[in-house]
């Protein structure tokens, strides 16, 4: 089945300072690649998702590139702000809606 | 429009009890999944319901079950609970689909169950 890594665990960056996650996945049948924002005692939220039709995705201050040759992934946070601090999660599906998780990035904005 | 809602928002029950959870999909969502959340964990598929039908699974064991009714809410029962069950339970739906392609998966904001 699929195996989704993601890396790194922790990232701590001050505000205004830029922040990268990276994920990689096994399963080259992958088609659909979201990223969740999960803050503490919520429900993951989506941010921003890809398609394997597309190689990069912005909006906003966020943006996912995508590298279906290497199976790779990344989230990319410009211009960090203390209220992004969270836990972000990627995924990646093959079919009928079955995410695979990564193992979380908990990130944190210094003021 | 209202978001996913589960209910209850946690739950003690002791091992070798039952329990079951409940979800209300987004309005216009015809596709429910469940995943189970370990503490510092990413999210695990447990199954997937489209048309009252389970419609995927996950390496769950049968004591993980499901159902989906015709207003696409959902439940999720677990019997003869385990210490390892103890986690947070999430449910997810998706907007009208075929049941074959993966549509974006809204969350909502989990039941914690502790298993003692």
């Known amino acids: 089945g699929e195996n989704v890594e993601q890396h790194p665990s922790t990232l701590s960056v001050q505000e205004g300072d830029s922040a990268v996650i990276k994920c990689t996945y096994s399963?080259?049948?992958?088609?659909?690649f979201p990223w969740y924002k999960q803050e503490l005692g919520k429900g993951p939220q989506l941010i921003i998702d890809i398609r394997s039709n597309v190689g990069e995705k912005k909006d906003q201050r966020i943006a996912v590139t995508l590298n279906k040759t290497a199976k790779h992934f990344s989230l990319h946070i410009t211009e960090t702000q203390p209220e992004d601090s969270a836990v972000y999660f990627c995924?990646?599906?093959?079919?009928?809606?079955?995410?695979?998780f990564g193992q979380g990035t908990i990130l944190t904005v210094h003021p | 429009e209202t978001g996913v809602t589960q209910s209850p928002t946690h739950l003690i029950k002791t091992r070798g009890q039952q329990v079951t959870l409940r979800c209300s999909s987004q309005s216009g969502h015809n596709t429910v999944s469940w995943y189970q959340q370990a503490l510092g964990q990413g999210p695990q598929f447990i199954f997937q319901y489209y048309r009252e039908e389970e419609n995927g699974r996950g390496n769950f064991p049968p004591r993980f079950s499901g159902l989906q009714f015709p207003n696409y809410s959902s439940e999720l029962n677990v019997n003869a609970l385990e210490l390892d069950d103890s986690a947070l339970y999430l449910c997810?739906?998706?907007?009208?689909?075929?049941?074959?392609?993966?549509?974006?998966?809204?969350f909502g904001p989990g039941t914690r169950l502790t298993v003692l």
């Open positions: 995924a990646a599906s093959t079919s009928y809606g079955k995410l695979t």
């Open positions: 399963d080259s049948a992958s088609n659909y």
């Open positions: 997810a739906s998706s907007p009208v689909s075929t049941g074959g392609s993966t549509d974006t998966q809204y």
